[in-house]
């Protein structure tokens, strides 16, 4: 059974750091583009941040350009998203998503990817 599971969320007052990990079960993560993606309460799904499958190409939400970084270690069949400087605004619900596409990227065709984990809440709070 082909599984993403997101671990690291939690509850952080502003200006902290979290690193969110994307580990899968069933197949490498190698062969896929991962992207990061929140859903805030009320509002829809946005993409956050994508990794394709060399490394060689990111893609960072403006909003968090500069403040989160996305990477993937092969190896280990894990995608991490470290979260610095985290405001009450990044509050949500993460996910993490396989895409078979080669290529570049992309954090807004949602639809390009075929395997989502279940989440994982971050709260930033004071």
């Known amino acids: 059974q082909l599984q993403l599971v997101e671990s690291g969320g939690g509850l952080v007052q502003p200006g902290g750091s979290l690193r969110l990990s994307c580990a899968a079960s069933?197949?490498?993560?190698?062969?896929?583009?991962i992207g990061w993606f929140r859903q805030a309460p009320g509002k829809e799904r946005e993409g956050v941040a994508c990794i394709n499958t060399s490394g060689g190409s990111i893609n960072y939400a403006a909003s968090v350009k500069g403040q989160f970084t996305i990477s993937r270690d092969n190896a280990k069949n894990t995608v991490y998203l470290q979260m610095n400087s985290l405001k009450p605004e990044d509050t949500g619900v993460y996910y993490c998503?396989?895409?078979?596409?080669?290529?570049?990227?992309?954090?807004?065709?949602?639809?390009?990817?075929?395997?989502w984990g279940q989440g994982t809440q971050v709260t930033v709070s004071s």
């Open positions: 069933g197949f490498t993560l190698d062969g896929y583009a």
């Open positions: 998503a396989a895409d078979p596409s080669s290529g570049p990227c992309s954090i807004v065709l949602q639809a390009a990817y075929d395997y």
